[in-house]
């Protein structure tokens, strides 16, 4: 086939199959080296006579512009080889290299061809569009004509230990869970909506649990989800969607679709989360940091850090065999290295370089951090969790090391006979060492046996729905909660200043026209009159308020019955699990950073 070499398409096609590098010396093409060389040199076609007797000694019956005879070229080799004939040998290899590529050659200077005519063609319609009284109609037309591998994405759900996928026929998500050593997952939506089809969009650990689960579970056209910005200023049934840094809109089923997905998938994601949490042993401490798996265990005094350095050097397991010789001397953290495996390594929230660092911190305590220990590879010795470091360093090292310095190494100075150790650390407290601690025991809320322990955690839902926009309740939600005070109400005897208290936060406007309704005649007309859309989050908190004011009365503390905090904890419990489910993705996407 002979073709024209200056033409762009055919250059084009050319450096493309034979990979953009130079056919003599495969060295790289760009913009300012290329050009595109003829084997039989374009200066012979004036000499028709020579060339005739060339390609008869070649075999090849050859024109000058045909395409076994063009290939790609630095311009250093095309001038060196100048108008020189190769050995005929060497000729035949050059073209019979040549003629492999041609087939591949001709096939995309046809795609390049038509490709140019689509743009023409592209430009008219877009003109058209543009210009119709509604352009988003006219495209949705031309979007219908596509073939099927455009069409609708196949219902589909699979997820495994460490992978998430589902589709709807116009949202597809494909996800990364998180995994033991690398917790953080990540994920990637494509769509099939006409205005951004043909589109992946990936989101990193922080933009799901930060943008992309807030307001998670909740209706989408109250808007309080984190990746709906809002309904399209002009057009019906279109919302603006932002996920990570990209905007667009999608119609409204298509949104509905998406919040489907995420719903799933927030699920999975927290249950994945949860359970790498148990594995480590870092659920029941609150200063966690999701990033590098690791917690914030206690607060000292840095005198006492330093002793604790300083034993760890003094008791490295390469200078004796005794059962505190089993740390691996290290600058600034402790390391326990028993049996030459590192089972936990304790360091300073930041990290100092070298062990007298710490005599220069102006800083008179610091926090002793847990991090997790990739020990994958040894299949033998599982590395301590979070839990187990936090009760050896509290129950049996500390005290230990305090042991050591005011007694031990005291004594043996002076001869004297030092107290024995259990004697010791019957009597040893703690606390008086320790300034703060992360640790602390999650309440189960289904086990709550007492007022006491219900009182505290209407403090905690009453400061989440105060200070949580986002969260929505279902009807039957808010009508569990009025009914949990009534069935409180009804089992005690409250100040009369109690009673009004909470009859004014239950309804203000009730009360200024009915002064003589009680509470719990009250709490009856909201339950038949309620409706959902009246009942903001606000108003939600101030039900809460009134647990609180009931609860930590005397009567209550002495007098409920164990039956009735049973049935309010079962009416309040998918409420608590909201609660605990939305604050648990505010934990694992804490930016610590």
């Given amino acids: 086939m002979e073709v024209n070499p200056k033409d762009p398409i055919v250059r084009y096609a050319i450096l493309e199959a034979h990979g953009f590098q130079c056919y003599y010396t495969e060295k790289s093409l760009n913009v300012f080296n290329a050009t595109i060389d003829h084997i039989v040199p374009q200066s012979y076609e004036g000499k028709l006579d020579e060339l005739n007797e060339y390609k008869r000694v070649l075999g090849h019956d050859v024109d000058i512009n045909h395409l076994y005879n063009l290939v790609p070229a630095t311009w250093k080799i095309n001038l060196l080889k100048s108008n020189k004939l190769y050995e005929v040998p060497h000729a035949i290899f050059l073209i019979n290299r040549a003629k492999e590529k041609a087939p591949e050659i001709i096939k995309r200077i046809q795609e390049l061809r038509n490709f140019k005519d689509f743009e023409r063609y592209l430009t008219a319609?877009?003109?058209?569009?543009?210009?119709?009284?509604?352009?988003?109609?006219?495209?949705?037309k031309i979007v219908e004509l596509l073939p099927e591998q455009f069409g609708p994405f196949e219902k589909k759900r699979e997820v495994t230990?460490?992978?998430?996928?589902?589709?709807?026929?116009?949202?597809?998500?494909?996800?990364?869970?998180?995994?033991?050593?690398e917790q953080c997952g990540s994920c990637c939506f494509e769509f099939r909506?006409?205005?951004?089809?043909?589109?992946?969009?990936?989101?990193?650990?922080?933009?799901?649990?930060?943008?992309?689960?807030?307001?998670?579970?909740?209706?989408?056209?109250?808007?309080?989800?984190?990746?709906?910005?809002?309904?399209?200023?002009?057009l019906p049934n279109l919302y603006y969607i932002q996920l990570?840094?990209?905007?667009?809109?999608?119609?409204?089923?298509?949104?509905?679709?998406?919040?489907?997905?995420?719903?799933d998938f927030g699920g999975v994601f927290v249950r994945r989360f949860q359970s790498i949490e148990n594995k480590w042993g870092v659920s029941n401490f609150c200063e966690f940091d999701p990033y590098e798996c690791s917690v914030k265990l206690i607060e000292i005094k840095r005198s006492l850090w330093r002793k604790m350095i300083e034993f760890s050097w003094e008791f490295d397991y390469a200078n004796g065999?005794?059962?505190?010789?089993?740390?691996?001397r290290t600058n600034g953290t402790i390391m326990l290295y028993p049996n030459r495996i590192i089972l936990t390594r304790l360091e300073p929230e930041n990290i100092e370089s070298y062990h007298y660092a710490s005599y220069m911190n102006p800083d008179e305590t610091l926090w002793i951090k847990w991090k997790r220990y990739d020990n994958r590879f040894i299949i033998d010795e599982e590395p301590w969790t979070a839990e187990q470091t936090f009760h050896w360093l509290t129950e049996k090292f500390i005290p230990y090391v305090v042991y050591y310095y005011e007694l031990v190494n005291i004594k043996k100075r002076w001869f004297g006979k030092s107290m024995d150790f259990l004697e010791f650390s019957n009597n040893f407290k703690i606390d008086n060492y320790i300034i703060s601690s992360s640790f602390q025991?999650?309440?189960?809320?289904?086990?709550?046996?007492?007022?006491?322990?219900?009182?505290?955690?209407?403090?905690?839902?009453?400061?989440?729905?105060?200070?949580?926009?986002r969260?929505?309740?279902?009807?039957?939600?808010?009508?569990?909660i009025f009914l949990g005070i009534k069935y409180i109400l009804m089992n005690i005897e409250l100040p009369n200043y109690s009673y009004y208290y909470i009859r004014k936060q239950i309804d203000y406007s009730m009360l200024e026209k009915n002064d003589h309704m009680d509470a719990i005649a009250l709490i009856n007309h909201k339950l038949e009159t309620i409706v959902e859309e009246n009942i903001t989050l606000g108003q939600i908190g101030e039900l809460f308020k009134c647990y609180i004011e009931a609860l930590k009365c005397k009567s209550a503390i002495n007098n409920l019955n164990k039956i009735v905090i049973k049935e309010v904890i079962k009416l309040l419990e998918p409420i608590w699990?909201?609660?605990?489910?939305?604050?648990?993705?505010?934990?694992?996407?804490?930016d610590n950073n």
């Fill in 441 to 469: 025991i999650t309440r189960d809320f289904e086990l709550i046996d007492s007022a006491d322990d219900l009182l505290s955690e209407m403090y905690s839902l009453q400061m989440f729905f105060s200070t949580n926009p």
């Fill in 321 to 328: 065999n005794s059962e505190w010789h089993i740390f691996n």
């Fill in 161 to 181: 230990s460490e992978n998430f996928s589902r589709s709807l026929p116009s949202v597809s998500l494909m996800a990364f869970l998180p995994r033991p050593y």
């Fill in 244 to 263: 990570g840094n990209n905007r667009f809109t999608l119609k409204e089923e298509e949104v509905e679709e998406l919040c489907k997905i995420v719903d």
């Fill in 471 to 480: 969260i929505s309740l279902s009807l039957e939600e808010i009508k569990s």
């Fill in 193 to 234: 909506s006409v205005f951004v089809s043909d589109c992946m969009i990936t989101l990193s650990h922080k933009q799901i649990t930060q943008q992309l689960f807030l307001g998670l579970n909740t209706d989408y056209k109250l808007e309080k989800r984190g990746f709906i910005v809002g309904k399209h200023f002009n």
């Fill in 577 to 590: 699990e909201r609660y605990y489910f939305i604050e648990y993705i505010k934990r694992i996407g804490k």
């Fill in 125 to 140: 319609i877009s003109a058209y569009i543009s210009s119709s009284n509604n352009p988003r109609i006219e495209f949705s």
